[in-house]
């Protein structure tokens, strides 16, 4: 089973920046797209940022510019920079990966937790 551990949300000033993280563990064989997305109250999830196996990246409108999706293919990890902070961007962000346990198994998605990103004065 895939465990994806996120950490680094928190409460910050407009204008102020955060940096997530998302740690997979587990028996995996190979892990494709990861993908950030987040939930504001009332509000669908939406995706924020996606990043393929290869480093190719792709950003929300609203994010772009300001947020920056990477990954370390060896340490199975993700982060999102987040920088200039808006009050919209308050949200629990997920972590989202597509992940092959075996060579010959099918891919499938994994979600984390869940951390809470609150921009207020």
């Known amino acids: 089973q895939v465990q994806l551990v996120e950490s680094g949300g928190g409460l910050v000033q407009p204008g102020g920046s955060l940096r997530l993280s998302c740690a997979a563990s587990?028996?995996?064989?190979?892990?494709?797209?990861i993908g950030w997305y987040r939930q504001a109250p009332g509000k669908q999830r939406e995706s924020v940022a996606v990043i393929t196996r290869g480093g190719s990246t792709d950003y929300a409108d609203s994010v772009k510019g300001r947020f920056t999706i990477s990954r370390d293919n060896a340490k199975n990890t993700v982060y999102l920079q987040m920088n200039s902070l808006k009050p919209e961007d308050t949200a629990v962000y997920y972590c989202?990966?597509?992940?092959?346990?075996?060579?010959?198994?099918?891919?499938?998605?994994?979600w984390g937790q869940g951390t809470q990103v609150t921009v207020s004065s």
């Open positions: 989202n990966c597509n992940a092959r346990l075996r060579r010959f198994d099918k891919a499938n998605d994994y």
């Open positions: 587990g028996r995996i064989f190979s892990i494709n797209d």
